[in-house]
């Protein structure tokens, strides 16, 4: 699984967010690293923290366009 977390996370550690989010460093890093998926909750609190939205954290640009084609395709 690939996400934006290493990217946003910048030059805070990994324990400073993880500290912020409510959860141990190292699920954090699990998550980071794309060795666990977080629960929505979870994501929901990471994408708030970033400010961003869930999709634009944990899903790469082919999977927006596909679903950006979908919508085109269900609305003709």
Do not use: C, W
Not at 55 to 71: A, C, G, S
């Amino acid at each position: 699984m690939m996400n934006n977390l290493k990217i946003l996370r910048g030059a805070k550690t990994q324990k400073e967010i993880a500290d912020k989010l409510g959860i141990t460093t190292s699920h954090y890093g699990f998550i980071e690293n794309g060795d666990r998926l977080p629960s929505l909750k979870v994501a929901k609190r990471i994408a708030d923290f970033f400010d961003k939205k869930i999709e634009d954290i944990f899903f790469d640009n082919t999977h927006n366009k596909v679903l950006d084609n979908q919508k085109l395709d269900e609305t003709g």
